[in-house]
């Protein structure tokens, strides 16, 4: 009896063994993999990290913490254990990458066109588009930026939609004030999807745009999954969604130009129209597939935004009673000098509102919606004393930089007072 149960021990501790050694090679064959052909010079200057495990990498991990009340707690992971170096060696989006958190090095990466070109993962292309400004090389991305900005962006654009905004969005707290409790987020989504559908879409009915905000929610839900193209998995379901966006804006494109052809095209303008219009210094005009894919980008990036922005900047003045106070008395303050005649706001009134500018530039600082941009190295690239390898996805960490204390003080207080000053967080040269 008691060699059987000597010999279970013994079978027990063999199998414990062998699982711990098994264990240790899966932990290790990502670096393997990816950091043999390196060299010995260049893998002693590879930023400390984890490459994670074979296939899933650290994405299992990110995501935990990314849908956690905690999602800094991914980066802290690799601070606490490996030191605060500001960069990171991680195997992310199916790719090994460096990790930014530093402001110095977060502004070479971006600033450095020579040594760096963008690196979003495919999987994120193949659902907003290889022509969005997501997939194409720095020349083209500046030259799409140029030509297609100007009808989205500033004073002047804000100053043609003024009015519909200001309408659908008093139309809709109307609306919210006889609705009982309401799930804030969502509302705001059917809200600013209406809005920048307008922008872009005017004369699109309004079931083509319900439409269109039920398949631009799956699809915005897939940028933030796991690559995993089988039935009942997000991404799978995001295009899916994309496919049918495809679909719509082509018919849409399709249609604009045969009213085109025939001379009926409306006096009104909108996003579309100026799509379709542009051209560059040499006269080359933008084709449907790019059209397409720059109105899924912005679309998706518009709606979205501005729904969780306005959403935190609503959380953050009810949790704090004096700043919603001093917003408040800054707008009463507008509105009592605006002329008797005057009906609705104009850029006069907008220019005004300073502090609620820099609420909203506080919400943006702590939210940190876009959680990170994605870069790639076009060759061996040597950053605050260590080594990015040509090939390797460089992710800038914004939320890093956001609450960095050396940059802000008390980074996790809602401070809007903060911004009295301008801040650089980025050295000077």
Known sequence: MEWELSYSKVIVGCLCGLLGILLWVLKNVNGWYYERNLGEKM?????????????????????????????DSFVSYFVTRFGRTGLHKVHMFGSP???????????????????????????????????????????DHRRLRK??????????????????????????????????????????????FKIIMYIFLSS????????????????NYGVRAMAINIPGFAYHKALKARKKLVTTLQSIVDQRREQRRKNQSTTKKDMMDALMDVEDENGRRLNDDEIIDILVMYLNAGHESSGHITMWATVFLQKN????????????????????????????????????????????????????????????????????????????????????????????????SRWDVSLKPFPKE
């Open 43 to 71: 893998r002693k200057k590879l930023p400390p990290g984890d490459l994670g495990w074979p296939f899933l990498g650290n994405m299992w991990f990110f995501l935990r913490a990314f849908k956690s009340s905690n999602p």
């Open 97 to 139: 990458s460096i990790i930014v958190t530093s402001p110095e090095a977060c502004r070479r990466i971006l600033t450095d066109d020579e040594a760096f070109k963008p690196g979003w993962p495919s999987s994120t292309l193949n659902l907003i588009g290889k022509n969005s400004f997501l997939g194409i090389s720095d020349e």
């Open 147 to 192: 030509l297609t900005a100007s009808p989205v962006n500033g004073h002047e654009s804000l100053a043609i939609y003024m009015r519909y905004i200001e309408d659908n969005v008093i139309t809709t707290l109307d609306k919210w004030s006889n609705m009982g409790q309401i799930e804030l987020l969502t509302e705001l989504r059917k809200l600013t």
């Open 204 to 219: 699109e009915s309004e079931p083509v745009m319900e439409s269109l905000e039920k398949e631009y929610t799956d699809l």
């Open 321 to 416: 009673p004096d700043i919603f106070k001093r917003a408040k008395a800054e707008q009463e303050e507008i509105v009592r000098n605006m002329p008797p005649d005057q009906k609705g706001l104009t850029l006069k009134e907008i220019r005004q509102m300073v502090y609620l500018d820099k609420v909203i530039d506080e919400t943006l600082r702590v939210i940190t919606f876009s959680l990170t941009v994605f870069r790639e190295a076009k060759k061996d690239v040597d950053i605050c004393g260590y080594t990015v390898p040509q090939g390797w996805k460089v992710l800038i960490w914004f939320r890093s930089v956001h609450f960095d204390p050396q940059t802000y003080v008390d980074p996790k207080k809602f401070d809007p």
